[in-house]
């Protein structure tokens, strides 16, 4: 049976069952023509994964789409903005079906969860990597950006910290558990994260600033502040941690540090101004989503951690790839 | 001196020149914010470029970079749209600031001539890859596409086919010259094809059909064909070859089954009814760009080549990554 390039994708991507009628021509011509919708902005933003930079070369396929996909619409959720279309480049070293089968699965599973169209894309040969682009609408002038924050702005976080970086230590043989329960649970949240859409949605006109966390809350939040011109307090015994993250890390100090600077987290950290905070209780009861008042921005710059009144010296930093 | 990712970022993507009034947020932020103008649909492409499939490791930066962008903007061009904003995901070994030096002058000096502004993209660790999606406007209802062909339609090609095999053959050690100059024109169409955007504006209204061509005519024609349930008699006589590629391959026949299956050209090959043979030659004046009638289309499937009423039975194929 022949297997060339084109009937690759034609088989697997093709197949999809979003069809939304905002794409006018979508795959297999040379671009794809789309609509964006009157009164709109179009938010855009692009993430690779690499093999053995993002993901493991043995992970589930399954896993390792969703992860690409999460991660690039926890950009949207970021800005506010409502998921419509996806592009996605997939290099791969040979035209390995069970693995694509997997990947597809994995793929379309989150992006017909979201109504998301893929809309087009490349298949090359070599190293595994996966590059997406993601398109999404946002009210014009109202998307969430990471300017925009002021000196007594409350600091929040969505959900919990720290349990993506707990299931990669379990990944990486860094640490370990005999509970395989607690590990199961770890290893989906590091690989199954999901994009805070509703959430993003629901904080337009509230929050004055906001970014998903994807290089750990110490250093995404340097980014609002830059951006601002500000500083932060944040007080690390109010970082939302999950039972599982305490369970698996019994030192409370080392599990804070760990929620602090854990990447690929696909939180929301946001700020709120003083008059907005009662409106933001209201907009998030309708996402399920929790949010966690963690800190204070002020005048100045950096982040100060504190515990009990007192400023640590902890030295955390986020991830960078390419850092020695 | 510190590097990290977001310094390599900043220092190297945020100095474009480019600056489009429909980019109200660019790079820096969670996401691009963009805004197609009203009355145009958003035409989509996204293109990988690996190394050692598409490109060898050593291959000057200032020529990948070129290629990388001329073959996305390509796919604009076969639409018919103009092209307005770029993502580029560039994934590399480590932090190689003469490589992104380079790198970015052969971008950012292509994305000006055509006022494409770089909106975002990631910077990741990894085997040297280049995805870049381009985004492009045509107006409501007029892009060209790969369907709408009718059989007795013309089928032409822009500019000369083969140059590009020709600099690949000389680039890979296949064939070779004494000729230096001949060597250095030849391994310059390589690299440095130009995107027939103008020439793919002037078609909107008068080609029935078109595409750029990527694979090799042999192969891309196809999809016209089978888009349109069409079959289509090439004249091989007729392929456009350049004086170059006639002295670099002296044998006439050889030089033509070059030109029929020698992928990324970027010419257009498109199909154009009888009646509108006239505006064709009236609209391609201005865009500076000579287009071959090479054939016409039938009823039927395939492509038969052609030569002195005779047909051939040539084998060719165009590019497949994935072929054995």
């Given at each position: 049976m022949a297997s060339n390039e084109f009937d690759l994708i034609a088989r697997y991507f093709?197949?999809?069952k979003v069809s939304r009628r905002d794409v006018a021509l979508s795959i297999g011509d040379d671009c794809a023509l789309l609509e964006v919708p009157a009164g709109s902005q179009l938010a855009v933003s692009t993430d690779s994964l690499v093999s053995g930079?993002?993901?493991?070369?043995?992970?589930d396929p399954v896993l390792v789409a969703h992860k690409a996909l999460a991660s690039n619409l926890s950009d949207l959720a970021a800005m506010g903005a409502t998921p419509a279309w996806v592009s996605l480049a997939l290099t791969m070293p040979g035209p390995d079906e069970l693995w694509l089968k997997a990947f597809c699965e994995g793929f379309f599973a989150l992006a017909e969860y979201y109504n998301v169209q893929l809309v087009g894309g490349d298949t090359t040969k070599g190293p595994l990597s996966i590059t997406i682009t993601v398109h999404g609408f946002v009210p014009q002038g109202q998307a969430l950006t990471r300017s925009g924050a002021e000196a007594g702005d409350w600091v929040y976080v969505t959900g919990n910290l720290g349990d993506s970086a707990a299931g990669l230590s379990l990944l990486l043989g860094e640490k370990s558990t005999d509970d395989e329960s607690l590990k199961a649970t770890l290893l989906e949240r590091h690989y199954k994260a999901q994009p805070r859409i509703l959430a993003g949605q629901a904080l337009r006109g509230i929050a004055s600033a906001a970014l998903d966390i994807s290089d750990g809350l110490i250093s995404d939040l340097g980014h609002i502040l830059e951006r601002s011109g500000l500083g932060a307090d944040i007080e690390?015994?109010?970082?939302p941690l999950s039972p599982e993250l305490c369970q698996f890390e019994s030192d409370e100090i080392k599990a804070c540090q760990m929620a602090l600077s854990s990447?690929?987290?696909y939180e929301l950290c946001f700020t709120v101004p003083e008059q907005n905070r009662g409106a933001l209780d209201t907009a998030l009861v309708h996402s399920g989503v929790k949010a966690t008042c963690i800190g204070q921005l002020r005048s100045g710059a950096g982040i100060r951690l504190v515990r009990d009144g007192q400023e640590l010296d902890w030295h955390l930093h986020g991830y960078d790839h390419f850092a020695e």
């Open positions: 093709e197949q999809q930079t993002h993901f493991l070369s043995d992970a690390v015994d109010k970082i990447g690929e987290e």
